[in-house]
Protein backbone atom coordinates (compact mmCIF):
# COMPACT_ATOMS: atom_id res chain seq x y z
CA UNK A 1 0.00 0.00 0.00
CA UNK A 2 1.66 3.55 -0.63
CA UNK A 3 1.72 5.68 1.76
CA UNK A 4 3.07 9.27 2.04
CA UNK A 5 3.51 10.88 4.89
CA UNK A 6 4.93 14.93 4.82
CA UNK A 7 6.40 16.20 8.08
CA UNK A 8 8.07 19.32 9.06
CA UNK A 9 5.94 22.18 8.46
CA UNK A 10 5.44 25.20 10.65
CA UNK A 11 5.01 29.28 11.71
CA UNK A 12 7.77 30.21 10.03
CA UNK A 13 9.03 34.20 9.62
CA UNK A 14 8.87 35.79 6.22
CA UNK A 15 12.66 34.77 5.07
CA UNK A 16 13.14 31.84 7.22
CA UNK A 17 13.76 28.53 5.59
CA UNK A 18 12.26 25.19 6.68
CA UNK A 19 12.57 22.12 4.69
CA UNK A 20 9.69 19.73 4.20
CA UNK A 21 9.79 15.60 4.22
CA UNK A 22 7.95 13.11 2.63
CA UNK A 23 8.64 9.91 3.52
CA UNK A 24 7.16 6.97 1.19
CA UNK A 25 6.40 3.54 2.34
CA UNK A 26 5.39 0.29 0.79
CA UNK A 27 6.84 1.38 -2.66
CA UNK A 28 9.68 1.62 -4.52
CA UNK A 29 10.50 5.69 -4.31
CA UNK A 30 12.63 4.77 -7.35
CA UNK A 31 9.88 3.95 -9.41
CA UNK A 32 7.98 7.06 -8.93
CA UNK A 33 7.34 10.37 -10.09
CA UNK A 34 7.46 13.06 -6.54
CA UNK A 35 5.75 16.37 -6.60
CA UNK A 36 4.76 18.63 -4.02
CA UNK A 37 1.26 20.78 -4.15
CA UNK A 38 0.14 22.89 -1.99
CA UNK A 39 -3.59 24.66 -1.16
CA UNK A 40 -4.37 28.08 0.54
CA UNK A 41 -7.24 28.63 2.61
CA UNK A 42 -9.70 29.61 -0.60
CA UNK A 43 -7.71 28.90 -3.08
CA UNK A 44 -7.68 26.03 -5.43
CA UNK A 45 -4.89 23.36 -5.27
CA UNK A 46 -1.55 24.59 -6.91
CA UNK A 47 1.76 22.29 -8.58
CA UNK A 48 4.64 23.38 -6.43
CA UNK A 49 7.42 21.14 -7.74
CA UNK A 50 7.74 18.28 -8.85
CA UNK A 51 11.40 15.36 -9.33
CA UNK A 52 11.64 13.07 -12.21
CA UNK A 53 12.74 9.31 -10.86
CA UNK A 54 14.50 8.80 -14.51
CA UNK A 55 16.64 11.47 -14.84
CA UNK A 56 16.32 14.08 -11.94
CA UNK A 57 14.36 16.42 -13.89
CA UNK A 58 12.95 19.27 -11.52
CA UNK A 59 10.12 21.90 -12.02
CA UNK A 60 8.77 24.58 -10.03
CA UNK A 61 6.29 26.90 -10.50
CA UNK A 62 7.09 30.24 -11.27
CA UNK A 63 6.41 31.38 -7.70
CA UNK A 64 8.76 29.66 -6.09
CA UNK A 65 11.73 29.74 -8.65
CA UNK A 66 15.03 30.10 -6.79
CA UNK A 67 13.50 29.57 -3.64
CA UNK A 68 12.16 26.31 -3.20
CA UNK A 69 14.25 23.45 -4.14
CA UNK A 70 12.92 19.92 -4.50
CA UNK A 71 15.31 16.24 -3.50
CA UNK A 72 15.08 12.56 -3.57
CA UNK A 73 17.00 10.50 -1.97
CA UNK A 74 15.63 7.51 -2.80
CA UNK A 75 17.50 4.96 -0.23
CA UNK A 76 16.18 7.15 2.19
CA UNK A 77 12.23 6.40 0.77
CA UNK A 78 12.32 10.57 1.47
CA UNK A 79 11.82 13.73 -0.75
CA UNK A 80 12.33 17.48 0.60
CA UNK A 81 11.43 20.49 -0.59
CA UNK A 82 13.81 22.86 0.99
CA UNK A 83 11.89 26.28 1.09
CA UNK A 84 12.99 29.87 1.73
CA UNK A 85 9.52 31.99 3.02
CA UNK A 86 9.48 35.06 1.34
CA UNK A 87 6.07 35.25 0.83
CA UNK A 88 3.26 35.08 3.20
CA UNK A 89 1.41 33.94 0.01
CA UNK A 90 3.91 30.69 0.39
CA UNK A 91 0.95 29.77 3.23
CA UNK A 92 -0.79 26.69 2.71
CA UNK A 93 -1.13 23.14 3.49
CA UNK A 94 1.73 21.06 1.76
CA UNK A 95 1.12 17.85 0.66
CA UNK A 96 3.15 14.90 -1.64
CA UNK A 97 1.78 13.38 -4.29
CA UNK A 98 3.40 10.36 -6.24
CA UNK A 99 2.74 8.43 -9.14
CA UNK A 100 4.43 5.21 -11.50
CA UNK A 101 5.84 6.09 -14.09
CA UNK A 102 8.42 5.76 -16.17
CA UNK A 103 9.57 8.22 -18.63
CA UNK A 104 10.45 11.67 -19.39
CA UNK A 105 7.76 14.03 -17.59
CA UNK A 106 7.07 17.76 -18.23
CA UNK A 107 6.06 20.41 -16.41
CA UNK A 108 2.54 20.12 -17.78
CA UNK A 109 2.43 16.94 -16.47
CA UNK A 110 3.65 17.65 -12.96
CA UNK A 111 0.92 20.55 -13.14
CA UNK A 112 -1.90 18.25 -13.33
CA UNK A 113 -3.59 17.56 -10.25
CA UNK A 114 -5.24 14.53 -11.87
CA UNK A 115 -2.25 13.33 -13.00
CA UNK A 116 -1.20 11.85 -9.37
CA UNK A 117 -3.03 8.78 -8.14
CA UNK A 118 -1.40 9.12 -4.56
CA UNK A 119 -1.15 11.60 -1.89
CA UNK A 120 -0.10 12.36 1.46
CA UNK A 121 -2.25 13.99 4.39
CA UNK A 122 -0.50 17.20 4.29
CA UNK A 123 1.41 19.59 6.63
CA UNK A 124 0.91 23.45 7.31
CA UNK A 125 2.95 26.11 6.71
CA UNK A 126 2.71 29.36 7.73
CA UNK A 127 4.75 32.17 6.87
CA UNK A 128 3.84 35.35 9.33
CA UNK A 129 5.99 37.61 11.02
Known sequence: QVQLVESGGGLVQPGGSLRLSCAASGFTLGD????WFRQAPGKEREAVSCISNSD?????TDSVKGRFAI???NTKNTVYLQMITRKPED??????AA?????KIT???CALGSWWNN????TQVTVSS
Open 32 to 35: YVIG
Open 56 to 60: GSTYY
Open 71 to 73: SRH
Open 91 to 96: TAVYYC
Open 99 to 103: IKFRG
Open 107 to 109: QAM
Open 119 to 122: WGQG
